[in-house]
């Protein structure tokens, strides 16, 4: 006889009690700090300690030799009698606002004929997009060799082989010409960027839009007034924050062609902080000249914010 | 500054310094005992410095850095860093206390770091006592202001003479550039009616721009700062100098006020300019160049006039090297000074840099450097000279400053351009120097 005893089943499993690292780990807080962790870390490291000790360097009088001592706001009391500072300042607002409106005219221009049905459009817009992919550096030597007193291809063209000019042309040897020859450089970098990001806006609006307007009759510039430049400006506002910040804070080309020449008529803040810090050590002031710049660039943000991106967009909403 | 080498060139080097290893014994030296400098037990260095001019400099620099290992059992290692980083590694060398044992640096480092470095009197009396003495510059730089303690070891400077074209002058009716203003004034016009003109960089160019600024100013009897550390460039002797200068800028080649450091070289390699001042570099450029052999050919240099100055005014760009507190081997740091700076190894090391760097030491002279090219022997020169940069004041990080920031270029170029009267401009300069040799 067998008795079969079956054995008691348990179907629900027993449950584990967790142990005390699961838990840990289960809880929510500790969850949240280990994920944040990592990219606080490195944000606080890259970003906000060197950011941070730029501008408490800004109110000592440390120099490369040796770190200094806390001196309140002497180093901008001095940069505002300093009248290098005030023409750095002048001319990084006028540089950053006549090359913003040449590269915005001139994008926009370029946007709206890329955006028209053409053949080897993808190849056009790549071959666009030129000036931007080479490094900066690059462009402002050939830009260098193009402005040179002496060898500029310009002044080659005027006066040996069209014969308009009898002496070359002297791009970077007086204030305002070199002002503009370094604008133009800039907007010429500048200009793909532009035109590739609005024609990405303008490729999102509907043709439907269009196609409504033409029944009604419209012309090609009230479809240009009431349908593609309210639709892009949303996209229009956040690249042209980008771009003021890029030529506001921008280095390399002035570096590379003038250096901040000719007496100092070109300086940007940039590179007058630059100057000042490294080559010629004053890492205070180079400082102080390097926070100086951070009011302007809030200003700049918060009008491409609220003055351009106050409208809805798509939404159907009021326009205000 | 710009620089060609060729292999024939390096060929050549090579031939040179084994001549020049053996004619090591040609250099004077007298019977000096050396200092007594015990090496610690298990002494390694550390050494930081400039990146060469010529790849020879490397080469000899090393292999004479291994024969100090071979003789001393102490291991170097040298690191060549580019010019414009070694400031700020020096910088963070002094202040984190970690680091190199040595640093060669350049020009006013060793005065900016003093507290941090250990002096080097014994090393530099030895050698000054061997080698025919300390030149002008080297003490200058070398020794703390108003003292006889060294805190550094100049290694050679880079000087930047008048490069002029023999043909142009001398059609111009001269035989060599005179050493007056009014002379040097008569020549550039006469260049300029020949549509030969010359020209000097005004524009923000740390080197060229400079040297030629302050040679402006002090061949004048001008100075920036005062032997006390004031500003003493507002004087009469800066307002004659930019009065002079207007009327020398007006003989120019157009667009100097645009000049960087190399432009000069641009212009001057393709005949379109025939007087202006420049390191060797573009003559060696010129020469290694067979499209611009003949310019070489026709190029001579000579010292920047003196007008009234006792010494041609130019401060060369100088090799400083200092040994730092936080060494744990300061005599076998001085040791290897020492040793790299005695002629066995220092004249070859001379003769492969072509005359790029000017010897410190009297004695050197008599390098085979100077023989080889008779247009490069003037370079040897450099050093014999009373001025420095922040001409009269303590060598202090405000005349690096000051450089860095064109305090001299813009007071000469806005009086060229005519943006400034002189008396502006030199109250503008005074000024800007005013700020950075202020008391600290």
């Given amino acids: 006889m067998s008795v079969t005893t079956a054995p008691e089943l348990h179907w629900s499993k027993t449950r584990r009690e967790p142990g005390w690292l699961t838990k840990f780990f289960d809880n929510k807080a500790v969850l949240v700090v280990a994920c944040l962790l990592p990219a606080f870390g490195l944000l606080g490291v890259f970003l906000t300690y060197p950011l941070g000790l730029g ?48 590269k915005f005219g001139l994008g926009l221009w370029l946007a709206l004929l890329l955006n028209q049905h053409m053949p080897f459009k993808s190849l056009i817009r790549a071959i666009i997009l030129l000036p931007w992919i080479v490094p900066t550096v690059l462009s402002a030597i050939a830009f260098w060799w193009i402005y040179d007193p002496q060898f500029s291809i310009i002044s080659y063209v005027f006066v040996d082989v069209l014969g308009w000019r009898e002496t070359n042309i002297n791009f970077l040897g007086s204030e305002w010409p070199a002002r503009f020859s370094l604008i133009v450089a800039n907007v010429w970098r500048g200009i793909p960027f532009v035109a590739i990001s609005l024609l990405a806006g303008l490729q ?111 939404q159907g909403e009021g326009n205000d | 500054m710009t620089f060609n080498i060729t292999r024939r060139l390096i060929g050549g080097l090579g031939a ?127 020794k703390r202001h108003n003292s006889n303690n060294w805190i550094g070891l100049p290694f050679g400077a880079s000087g930047g003479p008048l490069v002029w074209r023999k043909s142009a002058v001398n059609e111009a009716g001269f035989e060599r550039p005179p050493e007056d203003h009014a002379g040097m004034l008569r020549l550039c016009q006469a260049l300029r009616r020949n549509n030969k003109p010359a020209g000097f960089a005004l524009g923000n160019a740390v080197g060229d721009g400079n040297g ?45 006020l645009a000049w ?14 025939f007087l202006t001042s420049n390191g060797v570099s573009l003559y060696f450029a010129l020469k290694n160049d067979p499209a611009t052999a003949p310019i070489a050919a026709d190029t001579e240099h000579t010292l920047l006039p003196r007008g009234l100055a006792r010494t041609s005014p130019m401060a060369g760009l100088t090799l400083n090297s200092m040994v730092f507190r936080h060494s744990r081997f300061p005599n076998a740091a001085k040791a290897f000074l020492a040793f790299m700076l ?35 022997a003037i370079f040897k020169d450099t050093m014999d000279s009373d001025f420095w940069l922040g001409f009269k004041g303590p060598i202090s990080e405000g005349s690096a400053a000051a450089n860095a920031d064109y305090v001299m270029v813009q007071m000469c170029a806005s009086v060229a351009s005519g943006q400034a009267t002189p008396e502006a401009a030199a109250r503008e300069a005074e000024r800007r120097a005013a700020r950075f040799f202020r008391r600290r």
Avoid: C
Avoid at chain 1, 78 to 83: E, N
Avoid at chain 2, 260 to 273: K, M, P, T, V
């Fill in chain 1, 204 to 314: 999102t609006i509907s043709p439907s839009l269009y196609e409504a307007a033409l029944l009604d009759g419209a012309t090609a510039w009230q479809r240009f007034r009431f349908i593609t430049f309210p639709m892009l400006l949303p996209i229009l506002a956040i690249v042209m924050t980008f771009s003021i910040i890029f030529t506001f804070t921008d280095f390399q080309l002035v570096y590379a062609i003038t250096r901040g020449g000719p007496v100092n008529s070109t300086h940007l803040l940039a590179t007058l902080a630059f100057q000042r810090g490294i080559p010629g050590g004053q890492l205070g002031e180079g400082a102080a000249i390097a926070v100086s710049m951070i009011p302007f660039l809030v200003f700049a943000t918060l009008f491409s914010y609220f003055a351009l991106a106050r409208r809805k967009w798509q």
């Fill in chain 2, 342 to 376: 005695e002629a066995p190894q220092y004249d070859p090391w001379l003769q492969a840099n072509l005359g790029y760097w000017a010897q410190p030491l009297n004695a050197y002279n008599a390098s085979a450097t100077w023989t080889g090219d008779p247009k490069v």
């Fill in chain 2, 260 to 273: 960087g450091d190399i432009s000069n070289n641009r212009a001057y390699a393709s005949n379109e300019l």
């Fill in chain 2, 16 to 142: 040179g310094m084994i001549a020049g290893q053996a004619g090591a014994q040609t250099i004077a030296a007298a019977n000096v005992p050396a200092p007594r400098l015990p090496l610690e037990s298990g002494a390694t260095l550390r050494v930081l410095r400039p990146v060469r001019f010529v790849q020879p400099d490397e080469e000899v620099f090393r292999a004479n850095a291994a024969r100090f290992t071979a003789a001393t059992g102490v291991q170097v290692r040298v690191d060549f860093v580019a010019w414009e980083d070694i400031t700020q590694q020096t910088g963070v060398t002094a202040n984190t206390g970690a680091g190199p044992d040595i640093i060669i640096g350049f020009n006013e480092a060793p005065h900016v770091f003093q507290d941090k470095l250990i002096e080097l009197t014994d090393v530099a009396e030895y050698l000054g006592a061997k080698y025919g003495g300390w030149k002008q510059l080297a003490q200058k730089y070398g």
């Fill in chain 2, 212 to 256: 030629f600024a302050n040679w402006v100013i002090w061949s004048h009897g001008g100075f920036l700062v005062n032997e006390d550390g004031t500003p003493g460039i507002n004087s009469r002797e800066t307002v004659a100098a930019l009065n002079w200068l207007r009327e020398f800028y007006a003989t120019f080649i157009p667009g100097t």
């Fill in chain 1, 55 to 102: 501008i408490y360097m800004a109110f000592t009088d440390t120099t490369i030799g040796r770190s200094g001592v806390w001196v309140g706001l002497e180093n901008f009391e001095y940069l505002f009698t300093d009248p290098i500072f005030w023409n750095a300042v002048f001319f990084s607002v006028f540089y950053t606002g006549i090359a913003t409106i040449g």
